[in-house]
């Protein structure tokens, strides 16, 4: 069975620039999640949808947005970069809200 | 606030057995799960605490007291490929949801 994928796994952007992050959760998943890790540091929340709902959102800017498909599928969306959004940006996906979270490998922006 | 105090490094040999303590600190609490990252790729759990007690997956034992606000992460028969980083997080009831607060992580090296 196929784990949570991400992608793209690895991108370089530039200042101000925008960024599109995707996700596929295991199959029967219905919850996504998105975390942002900071080199050095613990996964912080950004979003969570369930049921193509957002169910919760953490202390991101408006810069930051998201949205889940009818596939339950999800996208992570970035305006307008600043050099602190570098980092591992990570999708959990997990049968409902409140169950286990099973991580994708994440995809690593880099913004210059 | 809401913080996780976790130690950033601890140092073993192989078949040794460490303890990894963890303190919380939040406005709600629906239990103290861990993780372990390998190089900055995918987190996976390995434990999860609802209730007090210590729950034991294997090699792999999680403690958890409630009345202290603190839990422990117990590895035994340690192997080299156990080195990795291991992430205390608490599930932030208030939310209703499926957020997860990490602590900064606790880098385990385990030496031949």
């Given at each position: 069975d196929?784990?949570v994928?991400?992608?793209p796994?690895?991108?370089?952007?530039?200042?101000?620039?925008?960024v599109?992050l995707?996700?596929?959760?295991?199959?029967?998943?219905?919850?996504?999640?998105?975390?942002?890790q900071?080199?050095?540091?613990?996964?912080q929340?950004?979003?969570?949808?369930?049921?193509k709902?957002?169910?919760?959102?953490?202390n991101?800017?408006?810069?930051?947005?998201?949205?889940?498909?009818?596939?339950?599928?999800?996208e992570l969306n970035?305006?307008?970069?600043l050099?602190?959004?570098?980092?591992?940006?990570l999708c959990?996906?997990?049968?409902?809200?409140?169950?286990?979270?099973f991580?994708?490998?994440?995809?690593?922006?880099?913004?210059? | 606030?809401?913080?996780l105090?976790?130690?950033?490094?601890?140092?073993a040999?192989?078949?040794?057995?460490?303890?990894?303590?963890?303190?919380?600190?939040?406005?709600?609490?629906?239990?103290l799960?861990?993780?372990?990252?390998?190089?900055g790729?995918?987190?996976?759990?390995?434990?999860?605490n609802?209730?007090?007690?210590?729950?034991?997956?294997?090699?792999?034992s999680s403690?958890?007291?409630?009345?202290?606000s603190?839990?422990?992460?117990?590895?035994?028969?340690?192997?080299?490929?156990?080195?990795?980083?291991?992430f205390?997080a608490?599930?932030?009831?208030?939310n209703?949801?499926g957020?997860?607060?990490?602590?900064?992580?606790?880098?385990?090296?385990?030496?031949?």
């Amino acid at each position: 069975d196929a784990g949570v994928t991400q992608s793209p796994t690895h991108l370089i952007k530039t200042r101000g620039q925008h960024v599109t992050l995707r996700c596929s959760p295991i199959s029967g998943h219905k919850s996504v999640s998105w975390y942002q890790q900071v080199l050095g540091q613990g996964p912080q929340f950004i979003f969570q949808y369930y049921e193509k709902e957002e169910r919760g959102r953490g202390n991101f800017p408006d810069r930051f947005s998201a949205r889940q498909f009818p596939n339950y599928s999800s996208e992570l969306n970035v305006n307008a970069l600043l050099l602190g959004d570098s980092a591992l940006y990570l999708c959990a996906s997990s049968l409902a809200p409140s169950e286990e979270l099973f991580f994708g490998e994440g995809s690593r922006l880099t913004v210059l | 606030g809401q913080s996780l105090e976790q130690p950033s490094e601890v140092t073993a040999v192989e078949g040794a057995i460490v303890q990894i303590n963890c303190t919380y600190q939040t406005s709600g609490f629906y239990g103290l799960s861990w993780y372990q990252q390998h190089d900055g790729g995918a987190p996976t759990f390995l434990s999860y605490n609802g209730l007090d007690g210590l729950e034991e997956t294997g090699r792999f034992s999680s403690f958890l007291s409630r009345s202290d606000s603190y839990g422990y992460l117990l590895l035994q028969e340690l192997q080299m490929k156990d080195s990795a980083s291991y992430f205390c997080a608490v599930r932030d009831q208030s939310n209703q949801g499926g957020k997860l607060i990490f602590g900064q992580g606790t880098e385990l090296s385990v030496k031949p």
